[in-house]
């Protein structure tokens, strides 16, 4: 089996819409460059994802110097949104987590409200540094995330996906497959593992930056969302509880905290240091 290396990095600005996928990104303490520091939110200030609105994923956020987005979607003029400045931060609400964000432009918001039809907000988080802790259960003192679901970043494998391609083609919804990796929204994807060797692994350092293996990701009905069209199945949920539930969660993934910055490139040999 060759030597596992880095095959695809992926940055999502806003928070459950399409991103990017660069050929190096750099590590922050808490995920990638850029990487969902933008997030809506609804009149009550609660986050706005595909899980509730599956047509979040027909929009794009492309990635502007400055920290700023460009934002297209099917029927939509684009738009470029700036970052806010600093001022009258606002409480918003992301899982368990109050976190202290600034809203967008009105004009984001519009855009965004005519694309769901429902009342949105954008808002930006300015100092990720000190805004929102990881998971005290899995985190360490001072480590902090974006408004990524939980952690900093998040790992797949090529392998594994083929495992689960391969496992869906022998269940109820063969039709529904093969899934591409874009249903997972991974931050790194990993090539040459054997299939779910990440289950196994504590450690990683890719190219030059090491990783802390937190938690297996457990997964939600976004995984059921077609990327392209926000249509939705039963697929890989469905395989999922059949073949990779751990207690009460169906797991595809490993969620990562960076133990210091540095840069990452598509080629990069990835190590298993634990």
Known sequence: MPNPVLRAVHVYPVKSVAGCNPDEAAVEPWGLAGDRRWMLVDTADRFI??????????????????????LTAPGMEPLTVEVPEPVAPTAVEVWRDTVKAVPAAAAAGEWFSSHLGTDARLVHLDDPARRRPVDPEYGRPGETVSFADGFPLLLTTTASLDALNSLIAQGDHPDEGPLPMNRFRPSVVVDGTAPWAEDGWSGVRIGEVRFRVAKPCGRCVMTTTD?????????????????RRVGDQLIFGQNLVPEHT??????????VTG
């Open 262 to 271: 540095g840069t990452i490139r598509i080629g990069d040999p990835v190590e």
């Open 49 to 70: 994802t595909q899980r509730a609105y599956p047509r979040l994923a027909l929009v794009a956020a492309e990635p502007l110097p400055g920290g700023g987005v460009r």
């Open 227 to 243: 990327q392209r069209t926000g249509d939705r199945g039963k697929e890989p949920l469905r395989t999922l509880a059949r073949h």
